[in-house]
């Protein structure tokens, strides 16, 4: 009856792992959006330093 007992604890741990994993695997996505997004805006700030008469009248 032990054995059992430890057998469906150990289950029942492997799938609460593999379910934290996916909720942060979920997670990765959105903050990737994110970093590109930031990444972008970045670049065109740069960009509006290094050549201000492209940006002229905007």
Known sequence: ???L?????TLL???????SQLKTLANV???RQQ?????ER???????IRNPSKYRGK
Not at 13 to 19: A, F, P
């Open 5 to 9: 007992k430890y057998v469906c604890l």
């Open 35 to 39: 970093q590109k997004l930031q990444n």
């Open 29 to 31: 996505g959105p903050q």
């Open 42 to 48: 970045e670049a065109e700030r740069l960009d509006r």
């Open 1 to 3: 009856m032990n054995k």
């Open 13 to 19: 741990q492997l799938v609460k792992q593999m379910g």
